[in-house]
């Protein structure tokens, strides 16, 4: 591969997208990408949409650095 930002932009979107699937869908391979259950002592069902603007932030910025480079 030529470029590798391409793939690792690639990598951050479908990851942002995982992250917000996980602020809605309970399924155990979503739930072990969870940024909350990673970094929070306690995570539970009220901290979960913290995925949802952390996965929007991260797949819209590779998004952006994807298109926009």
Do not use: C, E, H, W
């Amino acid at each position: 591969m030529k470029n590798p930002d391409i793939l690792v932009n690639a990598i951050g979107i479908l990851y942002g997208l995982l992250l917000v699937l996980a602020a809605f869908i309970d399924n155990k391979l979503i739930q072990s990408l969870r940024i909350d259950a990673l970094f929070m002592k306690q995570a539970s069902d009220d901290t979960r949409p913290l995925n949802l603007v952390v996965g929007l932030l991260v797949a819209g910025y590779g998004g952006y650095s994807l298109f926009a480079g």
